[in-house]
């Protein structure tokens, strides 16, 4: 499993770069849905998230979950070739497969990427 | 008579297997005052009997295949059904299954629902159609469903056209009652001769969806081209409601951009049954497919290389999706999706344009013919497919009346829905009608009006 | 897996493969009448329809109705889903011409026969649930349940009472039961089960505040065990100001048993579909009537059939339609799924009489014990306790990759449709079985010896089940494919250019 250092995560499986103000679901997440057929990011361009609430909605083959924003901020960019091509949140969840960028982003509860790695562990097992 | 074959003694050896003495052992953890009540019910009959007493309540019935002279529509029309369709649907195989949930055993249902699904999307000029819905009706509600998630509840408006069937406004308006919603334009009182270019001065930028009728409830034809690309110019999604059979013979709701087709698929082979089960279509563009409710086939290939057939996108639906489902949908209308595939694929493109041109044929007779007698003529100068609104000059209930006196079952009482037409008659006329048929009605009408 | 790049063998080909210009399948005579003017404008200028004779068509049904399962070919015992052999009489009744060829807007005097069935119906649906009033609008159980949920919302909105907004909802419940709160915008909380398998109390009464809308209970539940707390159940949610509503699905259990009224339930759905031998269709038409106790008889959908005059010496009661006084409007046009539904339902009623009905669910719990009795020393059965009309095991085994998915395609190598899977929820790789009463002790045996020798299969020969099936004319499906690649449907405005 993937868990780059540079990253927070939380406890519902997205993840923030506090350098870029991305955010999108881990491998561990992907992973789990398995082939993902649907992705619908719910904010647009300027709205305002807030740490918990949903961003977007993703559907695999056998599974659905909502995706909550890591952290608070101004929306700045929505990642629209998503929609078109949502295997790529199993392809390369960290890179193409953003979901949206924000401005200030502040974290809520998030986890550094050892402690993650612990977690995600922990429920494997 | 019970169809339970387990013979006394299997009985007691079960028990026994199970290590209990009597099967009221079995129900220890229904509360004692409560269990085995006595139900007031009548004593049960045997197939025979039971058979005769069926076939005495439904001769009881007074019915438009040998009863009645029927001009009767408004939703739900007499349309001959070959016999193919019938033979078809009494294979056990078809209808003693489930949903096809286990794809490996249930190809035989799930390439019949790819089939009408292809065959819907086909007549509709669409590019999907779902599994189909309960009814046209209600297929016209989750159409309202579906604009609502399209919009993630963020436009709140639906206008509504007053020509849309009143019972479809009427399910809309039950199935909205918990969402904060806008109806407009859901007015009987509306001028109905306005034509539908009316209706762009309620759409804005709140509104998520317009719904009109095709024909309309009167049985106008229009072009919505114009009003449709109104619509979409203020962002909103346009749902056609559609009759199947004229669209075997007039432009498609599809060749006008609508994004939304829905209707009842009873005149594709559905008997009128007093009233269902019928079927709702709902066919739409591929971009919205996700937010579409309903069962879904897709094509796909097997383990073996063939070519076959699967429930897909299921993740939308209720079962995964739980709260957060566009609707609560279960079933489609199985049996019945399959009886309108047997219909089209036998009619095919012939026989579909052919019952399409005969209703037009007959009902523009019967138009002409009874515009010629005193004191009635049409509502309406708009092009029409196979129902019109007659005028009359007395309550069309005193009409009808009269009409059945003489074996013939009148048209629908449109005073009951628009108070400005109380004395009009929506008159339906299909392949079924005979020119005699016609002739008769407009007959006995002359009658009424020397007497 | 096929090669991307090969061609997929075709098994039947769509009506469209088989089309052939010029081919009829029906044809209908020349107009009588002189032809009318048509409006030329307006007219479509393509019908891109198959063209097929009779017997291609025919064939091509007869050929797909080989590649289905049905309860009349083989045993069915998907769980939840009752799949009870059907009557053959229900089809020759449903399909008498006084039903088949009236019109739903009839006048009343001209359709008395239908009505006094859909009257009788309502009555014996009362008498059976211990409702006090029935309608048979509903077109299936979804949609009885939203009917349900409607009611219940507007029953505490005639009171003032607005606050309300959880609805509160096992987690062993089916999907559509939160769905159809959601469809009105309640809170869904999800209350847990106990060790037992019943509601957990605790964390019920812990919910149960002025803020309920209801509760929403299977009862049997999908583990098939009745509540043993039920009436301490819907006594909490009736203290707090909340509904009951029984969610019917597992009915079949019931009959003569208990009445969910008498338990104090207020509001449930019937299935026709499964209760009352209306076939399933593969996949429908159901029909899902409501019942309701008397303090929300005023919200029922519109219209419900009564009698309109009385019965005198010399004529029968005039039956008609009446519209509850606070009715939360129409469910759908017209009244129901008559023909397909209130006709068979009525048919199988009427032939099993109270005695037949509570045979009928005693045997389907005799049934469902027995197989519980021969299976649980072999497949693990978390909540093992006398069931009611069906149960749940695990389909998994200890130091062995086989899933209950595997089981289940296996159980068709031997000619079984496999039960209900992954569900509930609350069950790890949930096997859920449910045998019906119209299955013989033969055919039971049969089906957990099959399951028995699959168990010892996944522990000797696990390829035979990752494999599975193998003697069916279609293996398993690449559900990726059709879900990437969405073909929804084979017309192609081009593609029939060409062939035509």
Redesign the interface.
């Known amino acids: 499993m993937n868990t780059p250092s540079n990253l927070k995560y939380t406890k519902s499986d997205e993840w923030f770069d506090p350098a870029s103000g991305a955010m999108g679901i881990t491998d561990y997440a992907q992973s789990q849905l398995s082939?993902i057929?649907?992705v619908?990011i719910?904010v647009d361009e300027g709205d305002t998230v807030e740490v918990g609430k949903a961003i977007a909605?993703v559907?695999?083959?056998?599974?659905?979950a909502?995706i909550y924003a890591a952290a608070a901020g101004k929306v700045t960019a929505v990642n629209k070739d998503l929609s078109q091509k949502p295997?790529t949140l199993n392809s390369d969840p960290y890179g193409a497969a953003w979901m949206i960028k924000v401005e200030g982003g502040k974290t809520g509860e998030v986890m550094d990427a050892a402690a993650y790695e612990k977690y995600c562990a922990e429920r494997t097992n | 008579m019970t169809y339970i074959p387990i013979s006394p003694k299997e009985r007691d050896a079960m028990l026994a297997t199970i290590g209990v003495k009597t099967l009221d052992d079995l129900f220890k953890d229904v509360p004692a005052r409560h269990r085995f009540p006595k139900l007031d019910l009548p004593p049960a009959l045997t197939e025979m009997e039971a058979a005769a007493e069926l076939a005495d309540i439904a001769a009881s019935n007074e019915n438009v295949r040998g009863d009645l002279i029927s001009f009767l529509g408004a939703g739900m029309y007499n349309h001959y059904i070959p016999s193919v369709v019938d033979h078809v649907l009494r294979r056990g195989e078809f209808y003693t299954a489930y949903t096809p949930y286990q794809p490996e055993i249930s190809q035989g249902t799930l390439q019949a629902i790819f089939e009408y699904q292809s065959l819907m999307a086909a007549l509709t000029g669409m590019e999907v159609s779902n599994a189909s819905h309960y009814d046209g009706a209600t297929a016209a509600a989750e159409a309202v469903n579906m604009a609502w998630a399209q919009f993630r509840g963020k436009r709140k408006k639906v206008v509504i056209s007053p020509t849309v069937h009143p019972q479809y406004r009427a399910v809309i308006r039950t199935y909205t009652q918990g969402m904060e919603l806008e109806l407009a334009g859901d007015d009987p009182n509306a001028d109905l001769g306005s034509g539908p270019e009316a209706l762009m001065s309620l759409i804005d930028d709140n509104t998520m969806l317009l719904i009109v009728q095709y024909p309309d409830f009167f049985g106008r034809i229009y072009d919505y081209t114009k009003l449709i690309a109104g619509a979409h110019g203020k962002g909103a999604l346009v749902c056609v409601v559609a009759n199947p059979t004229a669209l075997a013979l007039f432009k498609t709701p599809g060749e006008m951009d609508a994004d939304i087709v829905v209707g009842d698929g009873q005149p594709l082979g559905i008997p009128m049954w007093y009233g269902g089960p019928s079927l709702g279509f709902f066919t739409t563009k591929k971009s919205y497919v996700h937010k579409m409710a309903g069962r879904l086939v897709g094509e796909t290939v097997d383990s073996r290389g063939q070519r076959a057939y699967v429930l897909t996108l299921t993740a939308r639906e209720q079962h995964i999706k739980r709260e957060r489902a566009t609707s609560n949908i279960c079933t489609n209308q199985g049996l019945l999706a399959l009886a309108s595939a047997v219909y089209m694929s036998l009619l095919g493109k012939s026989g579909m344009r052919q019952v399409a041109e005969l209703c037009y044929h007959k009902a523009h007779y019967a138009a002409e013919q009874l515009s010629k007698i005193k004191g009635m003529e049409l509502c309406f100068r708009e092009p029409f497919f196979h129902e019109f609104a007659l005028c009359l000059d007395r309550p069309a209930k005193d009409v009808n009346a009269h009409l059945l006196e003489h074996g013939i079952l009148g048209g629908y009482d449109l005073g009951q829905d628009y108070p400005s037409l109380k004395n009009n008659l929506l008159i339906a006329v299909t392949e079924m009608n005979t020119k005699e048929e016609i002739d008769s009605l407009v007959e006995v009408l002359s009658e009424v009006d020397h007497g | 897996m096929a090669n991307a790049t090969t061609a997929p063998k075709i098994v039947e080909p769509t009506v469209f493969d088989l089309s052939s210009p010029g081919r009829k399948g029906v044809s209908f005579p020349d107009p009588d009448v002189p032809r009318a003017k048509l409006p030329e404008s307006m007219l479509r200028k393509d019908l891109p329809l198959p063209e097929l004779a009779e017997v291609d068509v025919v064939r091509h049904y007869m050929h797909l109705s080989k590649f289905n399962y049905s309860v009349d070919g083989g045993y069915y015992p998907l769980g939840s889903c009752t799949m009870k052999y059907n009557p053959k009489i229900n089809e020759d009744t449903c399909r008498l011409p006084g039903f088949l060829f009236t019109h739903p807007l009839q006048p009343i005097e001209t359709v008395q026969g239908n009505l006094a069935l859909m009257y009788q119906l309502q009555e014996w649906l009362k008498e059976i649930s211990g409702f006090a009033a029935v309608t048979l609008q509903p077109a299936a159980g979804a949609h009885g349940e939203f009917t349900g949920v409607l009611i219940m919302r507007a029953y505490h909105k005639s009171r003032g009472d607005s606050k309300r907004v959880k609805m509160l909802i096992p987690d062993s419940a089916h999907g559509t039961n939160p769905a159809s709160s959601g469809m009105i915008g309640l809170q869904v909380v999800q209350i847990p089960s106990d060790a037992r398998g019943n509601v957990d109390l605790k964390a019920l009464k812990e919910q149960c505040d002025d803020t309920v809308v209801g509760m929403m209970l299977t009862n049997p539940n999908t583990l098939g065990l009745f509540d043993e707390h039920i009436e301490e159940v819907i006594k909490l949610v009736h203290d707090c100001g909340g509904l009951m509503y029984g969610d019917g699905a597992n009915l079949n259990a019931l009959l003569g048993i208990v009445r969910p009224g008498d338990l104090g339930f207020d509001v449930m759905h019937f299935n026709l579909h499964k209760t009352f031998s209306v076939p399933h269709g593969g996949g429908g038409p159901g029909s899902g009537p409501v019942g309701v106790v008397a303090h929300l008889a005023d919200f029922l959908p519109e219209p419900l059939v009564g009698i309109l005059e009385e019965a005198t010496d010399d004529e029968p009661p005039l039956f008609g339609f009446i519209k509850p006084a606070k009715s939360i409007g129409r469910m759908k046009a017209f009244h129901g799924h008559f023909g397909g539904g209130h006709v068979r339902a009525f048919t199988y009623i009427a032939m099993h009489g109270p005695d037949g009905l509570k045979d009928i669910s005693q045997y389907a719990v005799l049934n469902a014990n027995y197989l519980l009795a021969r299976l649980r020393k072999t497949y693990h059965v978390p909540f093992d306790r006398i069931c009611m009309h069906e149960f749940v095991a695990e389909g998994q085994f200890a130091g062995s990759d086989v899933r209950a998915l595997d089981i289940a395609k296996r159980l068709m190598d031997y000619n079984f449709h496999p039960p209900t899977n992954y569900f509930p929820l609350i069950v790890h790789e949930a096997l859920m079985i449910e045998p019906t009463e119209t299955e013989n002790k033969d055919t039971l045996d049969a089906f957990a010896d099959a399951l028995i020798k699959i168990a010892d299969e996944a522990k000797t020969q696990p390829d035979l089940l990752h494999n599975a099936p193998s003697t069916t004319q279609f293996g398993r499906m690449d559900e990726v494919k059709a879900a990437r690649e969405l073909v929804l449907c084979c017309w192609l405005p081009e593609d029939y250019a060409e062939k035509v």
């Open positions: 082939d057929v649907f619908e719910l909605s559907e695999s083959v056998k599974a659905s909502e295997e």
